[in-house]
């Protein structure tokens, strides 16, 4: 072959390669079907099978610092590295938890820390979550879905996360009693559980239990890419960008609200009628526009409606700009508020926030006069909001976990 060529061929695989790996989707960590995973970061290598469990002393929901050397009894040790944001984390909750109950009187324990900072999230990326990755709203992920077995923050430093070269959220480890690695990779081959063919990690749990070798000991993890602080992950450009949104309003009179009500986009819709004189709608504004800026991506959309008469439109409009609110934005059109209330076809106090969340049916999913819970407001628009393409699942989730509260 000649020089010129085996360059020819040489260029045609390696741009191949490229394109295979440089896929918006396995940038968001989307992992359709069985994928072929995540590939490891180059400058923190997977550790290798074979090596002793990497130390640590990590701070955990309990508000105790956990150390390696607590778990020296177990005959198997499992580390997981999940999440509160990520949807895959969240759809293998429930997978962590069978593994879990079911061989916690077997000699395994289960040990999940989170590798992320939250710093280095971008909203956009908070899309199917109520809580970031914080340690603090970990204790909040932790108590709303009960999570029984140890959750750890590295966040802060990640100099754990490097050692053991975690690529997605979750990836499991798996060390026998020796605390050498025995597995390491994806917990099964699906994110839909309905279309799991191959157990991995369960299939490496039996083999170390029953003194056999594990028949195959490294797969590709997939999830959400971990947030290395060390790499450029949006998070600057993406407030440049929302600080450069174009901020307006428009006038709405009762017709205007009644079309409003009836919810024609085809989308969950999150209406807040709020006014410059009131310190709840002020103090709660933040939230919900970042709320709307986790979302709006999605099935989804927000309207703020301000509640002020037509006079006070230098006054709203300065607040929005503050807030740089570039959500749709209404005012009422007429300081006959009362009738304007009534075409919404609702009655409360023009000094209080008052919060509504609308399916597009037209029905009522959520209303709320006063200062709101933001989680309990985001847990309802994510239980009604339909699936996407790469995290099939999502809603249902969200469905059984808010039933599965509610009830308790």
Same mark, same amino acid.
Request: charged letters at 20%.
């Given at each position: ?13 390696? !741009? ?40 640590? $002393? ?109 690529? $997605? ?20 081959? %699906? ?56 901020? !307006? ?13 009836? %919810? ?11 006014? !410059? ?26 309207? !703020?409606? $301000?509640? %002020? ?42 000094? $209080? ?56």
């Amino acid at each position: 072959m000649s020089t010129s060529r085996h360059w020819r061929t040489l260029l045609i695989v390696v !741009t191949a390669i490229l394109t295979v790996a440089w896929q918006p989707g396995r940038l968001q960590g989307q992992a359709p079907g069985s994928g072929r995973g995540i590939q490891p970061n180059l400058e923190h290598p997977i550790l290798a099978i074979g090596s002793p469990a990497p130390d640590f $002393a990590l701070p955990g929901v309990d508000g105790k610092i956990h150390k390696l050397s607590e778990y020296s009894g177990s005959k198997v040790l499992a580390v997981v590295f999940e999440c509160n944001h990520c949807p895959v984390s969240q759809l293998y909750e429930g997978r962590i938890e069978k593994l879990y109950k079911e061989y916690q009187g077997k000699g395994v324990t289960f040990v999940a820390i989170n590798p992320n900072n939250p710093k280095s999230i971008r909203l956009n990326e908070l899309g199917y979550t109520d809580v970031n990755d914080s340690l603090a709203e970990m204790k909040i992920r932790k108590a709303f879905r009960n999570i029984e077995w140890p959750y750890l923050y590295d966040g802060e430093t990640q100099g754990v996360s490097i050692k053991f070269g975690v690529v $997605a959220t979750p990836h499991i480890y798996l060390f026998d009693q020796q605390r050498k690695l025995q597995y390491q990779g994806r917990i099964d081959d %699906n994110q839909r559980e309905d279309l799991v063919k191959s157990q991995d990690a369960r299939n490496a749990i039996e083999a170390m239990l029953a003194g056999r070798p594990v028949p195959v000991t490294e797969t590709h993890a997939f999830g959400c890419t971990t947030k290395w602080m060390s790499k450029a992950t949006g998070v600057e450009q993406e407030w440049a960008k929302i600080q450069s949104e174009p901020v !307006t309003v428009d006038m709405v009179g009762a017709e205007d609200l009644k079309k409003l009500r009836a %919810n024609a986009t085809g989308k969950v819709l999150l209406v807040s009628f709020w006014s !410059t004189g009131c310190s709840d709608c002020v103090s709660q504004f933040v939230d919900l526009e970042t709320t709307y800026r986790m979302y709006r991506l999605r099935s989804f959309d927000f309207v !703020t409606v $301000a509640t %002020n008469p037509p006079g006070d439109a230098p006054a709203v409009m300065d607040f929005l700009r503050k807030q740089y609110a570039s959500s749709p934005n209404k005012q009422f059109a007429s300081a006959d508020a009362s009738s304007l209330q009534a075409a919404w076809g609702a009655k409360w106090n023009l000094g $209080a926030p008052f919060t509504m969340v609308i399916a597009a049916d037209g029905k009522v999913l959520y209303q709320k006069e006063g200062k709101l819970d933001i989680l309990e407001l985001r847990r309802v628009i994510l239980a009604n909001m339909p699936d996407t393409k790469s995290y099939i699942g999502q809603q249902a989730y969200w469905q059984a976990a808010v039933a599965d509260k509610t009830k308790k």
